[in-house]
Each structure stands twice: as structure tokens, then as C-alpha cells.
């Protein structure tokens, strides 16, 4: 108390702010998944612009424009309880109302399933997805878009091409690969290994592996996608027959009946994808509509009498296959990794795990790659932490590796849950490093502290890791697929008989 009375009034009020905002923003995203059924809410008022593409502070308004939702269903009011909190958070009162200890705020909700954000160029369709994409973390007061958030397991995904990948399944959407002459062995889909990716492969990758992760939602923006996995129009698939990727468009809606798993699409080139959404938004001079009536209307128009797709389903909607889901992995454990030291490495975006002098991993562990131990995040777009949030991935990376060797039964997922686990209990990253002694030697030298990341961040950061090999773990049977089989069977025997039955009753007439 005695400290606290040293503190002037302004220093606790501004404190209250941070704090306040932060509250607000954990109790509206946990509204998100219950009552507005939401991937992200973006509420009116906010500035969505920043300063510059290297800035994170708020474009000044004006020129910004403050968001304003479309008076259509997908805009939504929403109440938010904050108690003696209220007073502090710095609300725009023509936006907003105060009703005792509730904040009353609207603002635009993207709903569960798919949605399209459409718009010319430069008319705001990445800065909104952006936004999106920021929301899974809580923003400061100032920042503009702090009370607009995104549910916490929202992965954008996208290319990257030259991704290290291994043990993945992208059968879904990558499969009859071309081998080179000479060479008999088929490459098999399902444990993709590479180490320079496509921008097609690598994007399917980063798919598997953030459904692998348990994402509820998908963030994608046509501007940093590989064009081939993100559509194939019929003209292509009429002069190109023999065709190896399965574009996401056509996977899309399979994603969310079979697995719930939403997907957030900025679309400005390809209006194919107008056939599958759910709901659609537009952008027009940074101004919002729900244009989800004139899409359908489009679709009806230009897509009439779809063809169906290698006998699979009508184009645009494929059924998801039970063979396309994720390989669930784990680290092996005879890789040199263990008792590594990270270290961040010039030009930003990479980290490395490095051994001591004389280790194993010193020793010319693999003479055919260069980049052996580095983990390149420079297009993981919801690392926003800079080198502080850098490092703490590729402790994090250390940490699990140490912990898979004693654990060498827990797949990828149960590694991140133990990992959250010790985050909570000993403290966050302070914790951490009292395990990694020698890089908390090698923290305060260069950065003075280091930022939790999330457990999909990190994940990112093991996958991309070079030289990484993962097991798989093998499904167990619970006999979904067997039922699933015999109700397919059912349903065509009873399609089969509804043909005879019109057809005896055509004979009879």
C-alpha cells in the first residue's frame, strides 16, 4: 500500500485503461462461440489502417475512415458486462452506449462457415482480414481496433513457397504427382516430405497442419496464395485433364459440414468463388456491404448446370474424405535436437537451434542442407510479436523437443497442451527459461526478455524446423468409418429403388 500511495492518480487510471480493454476483449471473444456463433467481431469505430505496412499504430482519422458494419443481419449489438471496470475504457459514445456496468456496442460479426471478402483493389480487403487476424490477441487502448476481436484458434494460412515440410498428409488436396523417368515409386500424398515446397504443396501443408492443430477457423488472402491451389476454372479443367491439386475452393464447404472448421476468404480475381459461401462481404472505397443476396444471384447466373468432378460431386463443393485428414505426428526421437540452444539470426524472421561445440548437431549432422536446425517465420502472418515473440517460438521448439524425448508416446497436440500447461503453472516464459538455462543467458544479452507465443505459432515453428522428422501416430479405429460406409450404401440402394419404382410406374402409365 505504501508503494501504491507513490503512484499518482494518472499512472493508476492509465494502468486501469490497459487493464480494462484487455477484460473487455476476453469477454466479448468468449461470446464469439456461443451466443453469436462468430469467428470475429469487428466493431464500429474502429481504425483498421495503420501508419504504414512496417507500423502498428492507427492511420490518423482522417484520411481513415472509421468502420462502419452494413445494416444487414450480419450486423449484431452486442453487451458486454464490465462491472467497476467500465469507467475505464476510453468508448466512442457515437458508437457505443454504457447502461450501468454494460457496454453496449455494434458492429459486424463474421458468422461460423464460409466467407468471402470481395472488393476491387486497394479498396480495404486485406486490412479488414488483417484485422481479423489480429484479434485473436488482445490490443492496447489507442491501438483502434481493440475492440474488435477473432476467436483465439483462428490460423491464417497461405503460401510459402521453399517450406520445409515432413510426414504430412495433403492427399486432399495434392495426390498422382508426376515422377521423374526411370523412377517406379509412386510419391505417396499422405506423408508428404519435401524440403523446398511449392507454393501450392506449401499452402496445402500449412491447411493440414492448422487442421492438425485444431483451428476453428482459416484466414486466407488471394493476394499471398498459390494461385492453382486457391481455384481452377473450367476452361482449365477442360484443356488440363490430368490435373494433381484439388483446389480449396473446392474444399471449402466439405471443411466446414465435415469438420466445423470455418474458412475467411479475400477474393478479388475469381468469381468461382462465389458458388460456395455462406455469406459475403464487399468493400467498396473502404466502405462495407453485405452483398451475400447479389453473390448468390451471380453464382444462380454464371453457374448453372454444374459438371460433376472425377465423379466426386458437383464442382465447388466436394464432400470432405475421411483419407485427407491430418496425420496425427510426433517428433523421433533419435534426432540431435535435444539440449539445443536458440539463437535469432540476422535479417529477422528466423531462428535457429544450434548445439555445443562438439554436439552431435556441431558434428556435420546433415551435409545436405546448409540451413540444418534454422526455422524460417518470416510469412507466418500472426507472429506479431516481433524477435521478443521470435524467440520465444523457438524456445518453446526447445522445450517440446525435451519433453517429446522423455514423453516419446504424446503426439504433437498433447505436447502443446503440456506445453500450455507449463506456461500456466510456472509463470510463462520467465518459467521456461529457468529449464533453458543457457538461453536465458542468451535473452538478456540480445533481447532482455521474450514473448509467449501461441500454441499454433509454435507449432509452425516445429514443422518448419530443418532437419525435423515426425512419426506418425497410428488412428485408432472406432468404427465411424465402417458406419459411414454401410450408410452410403443405404442411401444408394434406396436412391436405386427410387429409379426402379419411376421407372415401373413410367411403364405401367
Known amino acids: 500500500m505504501e508503494i501504491l500511495g507513490q503512484v499518482s492518480d494518472h499512472a493508476i487510471n492509465g494502468v486501469l485503461q490497459y487493464v480494462a480493454t484487455a477484460v473487455f476483449q476476453e469477454r466479448l471473444r468468449g461470446q464469439l462461440s456461443t451466443t453469436l456463433e462468430a469467428v470475429a467481431f469487428v466493431a464500429d469505430g474502429s481504425i483498421l489502417p495503420r501508419r504504414s505496412g512496417a507500423s502498428s499504430m492507427p492511420m490518423a482519422s482522417p484520411p481513415a475512415l472509421p468502420f462502419k458494419a452494413p445494416e444487414s443481419r450480419m450486423k449484431k449489438q452486442v453487451a458486454v458486462n464490465m462491472g467497476m471496470l467500465c469507467e475505464y475504457l476510453q468508448l466512442d459514445e457515437s458508437v457505443s452506449s454504457v447502461d450501468d456496468t454494460t457496454v453496449h456496442l455494434a458492429g459486424l460479426v463474421i458468422p461460423h462457415g464460409v466467407t468471402l471478402i470481395v472488393g476491387g483493389g486497394y479498396h480495404g480487403k486485406s486490412t479488414l482480414l488483417r484485422c481479423i487476424a489480429s484479434g485473436v490477441y488482445d490490443k492496447i487502448p489507442g491501438d483502434g481496433r481493440e475492440f474488435s476481436v477473432t476467436v483465439r484458434d483462428a490460423v491464417a494460412v497461405r503460401a510459402e513457397d521453399g517450406r520445409y515440410v515432413n ?22 500424398t499422405s506423408k508428404f516430405c519435401t524440403r523446398e515446397a511449392s507454393g501450392s504443396t506449401s499452402q496445402a501443408s500449412n491447411v493440414s497442419e492448422a487442421m492438425e492443430m485444431g483451428a476453428s477457423a482459416m484466414l486466407v488472402d488471394e493476394d499471398v496464395s498459390a494461385a492453382n491451389f486457391m481455384a481452377r476454372d473450367g476452361r482449365m479443367r477442360s484443356l488440363v485433364m490430368d490435373e494433381s491439386i484439388t483446389p480449396l475452393l473446392y474444399r471449402v464447404n466439405g471443411i466446414y459440414d465435415s469438420l466445423g472448421i470455418s474458412t475467411v476468404v479475400v477474393v478479388g480475381g475469381v468469381g468461382d468463388w462465389l458458388d460456395v459461401p455462406h455469406q459475403v462481404v464487399k468493400l467498396d472505397k473502404y466502405l462495407v456491404y453485405d452483398a451475400t443476396a447479389k453473390a448468390q444471384s451471380v453464382s444462380r447466373q454464371f453457374s448453372h448446370g454444374h459438371v460433376q468432378y472425377a465423379g466426386r460431386g458437383v464442382v465447388h463443393r466436394l464432400n470432405w474424405d475421411k483419407k485427407g485428414m491430418p496425420n496425427q505426428r510426433k517428433p523421433v526421437t533419435d534426432h540431435p535436437f535435444h539440449n539445443a540452444r536458440v539463437s535469432l539470426m540476422d535479417g529477422g524472421g528466423r531462428v535457429c537451434l544450434t548445439g555445443e561445440e562438439g554436439s552431435e548437431m556441431s558434428v556435420d549432422y546433415d551435409n545436405d542442407d546448409e540451413d540444418f536446425g534454422v526455422i524460417d517465420m518470416t510469412r507466418c502472418e500472426q507472429l506479431f510479436g516481433r524477435s521478443e515473440q521470435l524467440y520465444g517460438a523457438g524456445l518453446c521448439v526447445a522445450w517440446i523437443i525435451g519433453h517429446s524425448k522423455s514423453h516419446p508416446g504424446l503426439g504433437l497436440r498433447a505436447l502443446l497442451d503440456a506445453l500450455d500447461s507449463e506456461l500456466d503453472r510456472s509463470g510463462g516464459m520467465k518459467g521456461l527459461l529457468a529449464s533453458l538455462p543457457e538461453s536465458k543467458e542468451d535473452v538478456l544479452e ?64
Open 167 to 188: 510426414n504430412c498428409n495433403v492427399s486432399a488436396f495434392i495426390s498422382n504427382l508426376p515422377t521423374p523417368p526411370g523412377v517406379d515409386k509412386t510419391i505417396d
Open 446 to 509: 540480445s533481447l532482455g526478455y521474450a514473448s509467449r507465443p501461441r500454441r499454433y505459432e509454435v507449432a509452425m515453428a516445429l514443422t518448419r524446423m530443418r532437419g525435423i522428422c515426425f512419426d506418425e501416430i497410428p488412428n485408432v479405429d472406432d468404427g465411424s468409418e465402417e458406419e459411414a460406409a454401410r450408410k452410403a450404401e443405404e442411401r444408394k440402394a434406396a436412391l436405386a429403388e427410387l429409379w426402379a419404382n419411376r421407372r415401373k410406374k413410367a411403364r405401367e402409365g
